[in-house]
């Protein structure tokens, strides 16, 4: 089945508004032709309104938020809730990095707290899992994955999967420069699409589109994009500079 390619930018705690600004001017300017995939950026919170704003020109470019409250509203300092950020036109949630699980302890629960409150929303997600090179060693990457799909998206509904992308993201791969090969990567693919057809049938699993992470670069971005059960990539330090973030694109992506 035809799965359309999404490449999504995660910033991190990187780019404030004026920097959003300039890399938007040059990546548009770089971007010529128009690849036949959706792209996406996740910027800083502090930068989405100047993102919003930069991109108003740019049909097919759309906003992500990195994280998001599971609460609506509240006594809850230094939070951000999913009203908020469709008020400000946000379209997508990037939920259960592995830097939100490991520096920030979010657990599956919490991680599918807040796939719910996003949902309920309307927000897209980006559900991000992977395995610690640790639990890849002791042979337990199927269990870890298996648990972080079942318990991540416990309460999301058949309906809900036609906007979710799930990020399969190794940690021993992020911003270390080491990357999954095309065939761990491919392996990991599509054991996850199996597990996603255990819960929800053959269709729905067929539909969803599974993104690689991991030190996703402009010369190894063919290579993955070229594997069947991989339908895009999140990208971070490399989807800092904007025309590695074209390359990659283009590179993964042929034009339409
Ligand atoms: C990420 O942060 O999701 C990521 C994949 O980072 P990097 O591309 O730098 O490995």
């Given amino acids: 089945m035809f799965r359309r390619p999404i490449f999504a930018a995660n910033w991190k705690m990187n780019k404030g508004p004026s920097d959003t600004q300039a890399f938007v001017k040059s990546f548009l300017s770089k971007l010529t032709g128009r690849p036949a995939c959706d792209i996406v950026i996740a910027a800083p919170f502090i930068s989405l309104p100047t993102l919003s704003e930069s991109l108003r020109d740019a049909r097919g470019v759309e906003m992500a938020a990195q994280n998001c409250s599971q609460f609506d509203d509240g006594a809850y300092t230094g939070e951000i809730s999913v009203k ?37 929303a309307g927000l897209k997600l980006i559900f991000c899992i992977g395995e610690t090179l640790e639990e890849r060693n002791a042979g337990i990457l199927e269990n870890v994955l298996r648990t972080q799909i079942t318990e991540g998206l416990a309460g999301i509904t058949a309906e809900d999967m036609d906007d979710t992308v799930i990020a399969y993201e190794p940690v021993w791969a992020i911003g270390t420069g080491v990357t999954a090969t095309a065939a761990q990567a491919q392996e990991a693919h599509a054991f996850v699409r199996s597990v996603v057809t255990e819960l929800y049938g053959s269709e729905i699993a067929q539909k969803l589109r599974i993104q690689y992470g991991g030190s996703v670069k402009p010369n190894n971005a063919a290579e993955l994009m070229a594997c069947p059960d991989i339908d895009g990539a999140l990208i971070g330090g490399a989807s800092l500079e904007a025309q590695s973030f074209v390359d990659i694109i283009v590179n993964g992506c042929p034009a339409d």
């Fill in 84 to 120: 908020m950020l469709r008020e400000i036109l946000v379209r997508h949630v990037i939920i259960g990095h592995s830097e939100r699980r490991s520096i920030f302890g979010e657990t599956n629960a919490v991680i599918n707290a807040k796939m719910k409150k996003a949902r309920e």
